[in-house]
Every structure is written in structure tokens, then in C-alpha cells.
């Protein structure tokens, strides 16, 4: 699409093909980091006899610090309801104060991935979430879990209303995508790249 033509619109669109591809180049990156999966490692195991479930984690890095998606599964209940998704911070005993975010969803009676998207979330790398689903007082098989353990090094905490929170060694079955706003160094860096690059660039152009 640059006309090869004329020289000054060709250095400009050569210098903005350039710079796509750096930012381009920037954000594949940034984003391969930023995502845990759980889900290859399903050992057939689901929940049956708590009322909610959760799973903890932090944020897997400052640059990737905003959470967008969470994807879980549930069994299909006896008849239809809902449940409710929430983001809570997780402290030692299991949720601290209001639920930093939360979404009712409708439960049917088939097995069911819930993909929870545009959450949008921002949080603080190295303190401790929760990611709760409330079966809203149901206590039959609901959510779909790894008793292995292999997918991810935080635990899942169970719920009952006789017992409250308790935390096991097992993993919820979950994929949950992160994204964030790269550091200040690092966007100093890449403009600092990108100013140098289109030196080059025009230097050759002038030969």
C-alpha cells in the first residue's frame, strides 16, 4: 500500500510498518506468559456435597496484572438454577471483605463451561485472590475438579455451612487469562527501540 513513487510518503509508511511490527512483536510476547490451565489435567473428579467452591491465585506477573477471562465447568444440577461467580481477595481462613467482582450465571441441567469474559480486573501481584463459585445453597455435583494436583501450585478451598471454608490440595478445573499495562521501563525501552529503528531507517533511506 506505500507508493514507491514518491520518496517521503514511502520513508513515512516504512517507518509505520516498522513500528507496527515492533508493538506487534512487544504484545505476542507480553501476552504468552499470561494465562493459567488447568484443564489438560482433569482427573474426572467432581464436586459433590459443598455448596461453593473456590480457587486460589495471584496474578502471574506485574506485567500481567488485570484479569479478563475465567473458564470453569459445572455438572448439570437436578433441576435448573444459578450460581454466582465471584473475585474476592483470599486471606487464611478463605474470603476477605466484598467481592472485588461478581456475575450470577443460569445453571441447567446438563454439564455446562462457563466462560467468564470481560472481567477486566485489576489486581496486585503477590497478594493472594479467590475465585468463588457460590452454588447458591445446592449441594449435588457441581464443580468440575483435578484431584491431581498437577496444573497449578495454589490450592481450591470447598464450602459447607457446617464446616465454612476448608482448603484442599486440588486444583479447580479452570483456564484464566490475563492481560496488563507493560511497566513504564518497559514502554520507555520500546519507544527508545522504536526511535532508534526509524534512525537507522532514514539514514538508509538517504544513501
Given at each position: 500500500?506505500?507508493d ?12 509505520l ?9 512487544f ?10 490451565n ?28 488485570v484479569?479478563?477471562e ?9 433441576s ?18 466484598n467481592?472485588?467482582?461478581s ?13 467468564v ?32 494436583k ?6 481450591g ?8 471454608w476448608?482448603?484442599?490440595p ?8 490475563f ?6 521501563g518497559?514502554?520507555?525501552?520500546l ?12 539514514r538508509?533511506?538517504?544513501?
Amino acid at each position: 500500500m506505500c507508493d514507491s513513487t514518491r520518496f517521503r510518503p514511502l520513508r513515512l509508511c516504512a517507518l509505520l510498518v516498522l513500528a507496527l511490527l515492533v508493538v506487534g512483536s512487544f504484545a505476542t510476547a507480553h501476552a504468552d506468559n499470561c494465562d493459567i490451565n488447568t484443564e489438560p489435567h482433569w482427573d474426572n473428579n467432581i464436586t459433590s456435597g459443598w455448596t461453593a467452591q473456590a480457587q486460589t491465585f495471584e496474578a502471574p506477573s506485574q506485567a500481567c496484572n488485570v484479569l479478563s477471562e475465567w473458564e470453569f465447568e459445572l455438572a448439570g444440577r437436578t433441576s435448573p438454577g444459578q450460581v454466582t461467580f465471584n473475585i474476592y481477595q483470599w486471606g487464611a481462613n478463605g474470603p476477605v471483605g466484598n467481592p472485588l467482582y461478581s456475575q450470577t450465571l443460569d445453571w441447567g441441567t446438563v454439564a455446562q463451561m462457563y466462560d467468564v469474559n470481560n472481567i477486566n480486573l485489576q489486581l496486585t501481584p503477590g497478594q493472594l485472590y479467590g475465585a468463588d463459585i457460590d452454588l447458591q445453597g445446592y449441594s449435588g455435583p457441581s464443580v468440575y475438579f483435578n484431584g491431581n494436583k498437577n496444573g497449578y501450585q495454589y490450592d481450591g478451598w470447598w464450602y459447607m455451612s457446617s464446616t465454612g471454608w476448608e482448603d484442599l490440595p486440588y486444583n479447580q478445573y479452570f483456564m484464566a487469562n490475563f492481560t496488563g499495562v507493560p511497566e513504564p521501563g518497559s514502554l520507555l525501552l520500546l519507544g527508545t527501540s522504536l526511535l532508534g529503528a526509524a534512525g537507522v531507517l532514514r539514514r538508509k533511506i538517504r544513501l
